[in-house]
């Protein structure tokens, strides 16, 4: 990215100078940086629009004709179930309402009001999320058009039942790749959304962990309470307890809103897992720079993986002041 784009990227952002707002405020401690709109909008731009992300499972879409829909950053797509039986994604047809492109007044987080199908920022839609609809629904116009016109592609992996998309249409197309399996029998859908910055709730998370190697895994680890992470960023992670598991789909709503689309399997009580989550929700609320003291080896890995996406489009102060 130019230093010129950059500068127009930040620009409705910035009071004062580089430093001081967009990636310092007056303590200059990293929790400005990450919590910015500025940062953001970089996201959208070098983690959304590149990164392989998660949005969904097959099992949600078991029929031809089903549609689910999700929003990676602020770009509104969906996914298909085809007579074939494969899944093919797209963006949303219209530019606004389906949404193509999220509308800067429903990047805050809140209930919008919206006379179309609601998305990941909007909280209008009854049945709430992860839901999908058919193509024989009359609200699937909103993501498909009228025409019968394919709507823009994007790339497409199924690895195991979970759905990763990528915003470039060039990307390969692999089905069925390795990928460490769920327990058998359906999945319980339930979601929690703590009030806090998506980044810094997966170092609260991973904070829980020792860091253990495991073959398929970006990032593995165990807690002491004996639960198993499987972590695989941007925005997938799995926890393993005995008799049960949870797996979740990482969704920034806002910056400081992350919700957190969660599938339960087994039969054990899931009370645990949910609690550990709830625990991180509230720890990544008052986290700031100075937990750098505490972190361990997957918190380091995981900013080393933010870092080298995002650090290098910075100007050289701000990148050296955002990482302190």
């Known amino acids: 990215m130019s230093a010129h784009s950059l500068d127009a990227v930040l620009s409705s952002f910035r009071i004062g100078d580089l430093q001081t707002a967009a990636f310092g405020g007056q303590?200059?401690?990293?929790?400005?940086?990450?919590?910015?709109?500025?940062?953001?909008?970089?996201?959208?731009?070098?983690?959304?629009?590149?990164?392989?992300?998660?949005?969904?499972?097959?099992?949600?879409?078991?029929?031809?004709?089903?549609?689910?829909?999700?929003?990676?950053?602020?770009?509104?797509?969906?996914?298909?179930?085809?007579?074939?039986?494969?899944?093919?994604?797209?963006?949303?047809f219209v530019q606004h309402g389906g949404c193509r492109s999220i509308p800067l007044q429903c990047q805050t987080g809140t209930r919008t009001r919206c006379s179309y199908l609601s998305c990941g920022y909007s909280r209008d839609r009854v049945e709430g999320f992860p839901t999908s609809l058919n193509r024989a629904d009359p609200a699937a116009h909103h993501f498909l058009g009228f025409a019968e016109v394919p709507g823009l592609p994007m790339g497409l992996r199924l690895k195991g039942d979970v759905i990763f998309v990528n915003l470039d249409a060039g990307s390969a197309v692999a089905a069925g790749e390795a990928f460490t399996p769920f327990l058998d029998g359906p999945a319980e859908n339930l979601t929690l959304e703590p009030a806090c910055n998506w980044k810094l709730f997966w170092l609260a998370l991973l904070a829980e962990?020792?860091?253990?190697?495991?073959?398929?895994?970006?990032?593995?680890?165990?807690?002491?309470?004996?639960?198993?992470?499987?972590?695989?960023?941007?925005?997938?992670?799995?926890?393993?307890?005995?008799?049960?598991?949870?797996?979740?789909?990482?969704?920034?709503?806002?910056?400081m809103l992350t919700l957190l689309r969660l599938a339960r399997r087994g039969e054990a009580d899931p009370q645990p897992a949910l609690d550990l989550l709830e625990r991180c929700g509230q720890r990544a609320r008052s986290m700031t720079r100075m937990d750098e003291r505490g972190r361990n080896d997957l918190q380091r890995a995981m900013l080393d993986w933010f870092e080298a996406r995002l650090m290098p489009s910075l100007p050289t102060q701000a990148r050296e002041g955002a990482k302190g």
Not at 40 to 55: G, H, K, N, P, Y
Not at 217 to 232: I, K, M, N, Q, V
């Open 27 to 92: 303590r200059g401690e990293i929790g400005d940086f990450w919590t910015s709109k500025a940062s953001m909008d970089l996201e959208d731009r070098l983690i959304w629009s590149r990164e392989w992300i998660a949005i969904g499972y097959g099992a949600q879409l078991p029929n031809a004709g089903d549609i689910l829909p999700f929003t990676v950053g602020h770009h509104g797509i969906h996914v298909e179930r085809m007579p074939g039986g494969e899944i093919v994604a797209r963006f949303n």
């Open 209 to 255: 962990f020792d860091k253990v190697e495991t073959i398929g895994a970006t990032f593995s680890g165990r807690s002491e309470a004996g639960l198993r992470l499987r972590a695989h960023p941007p925005n997938f992670f799995v926890l393993d307890y005995d008799g049960g598991q949870m797996s979740a789909i990482l969704q920034p709503t806002g910056t």
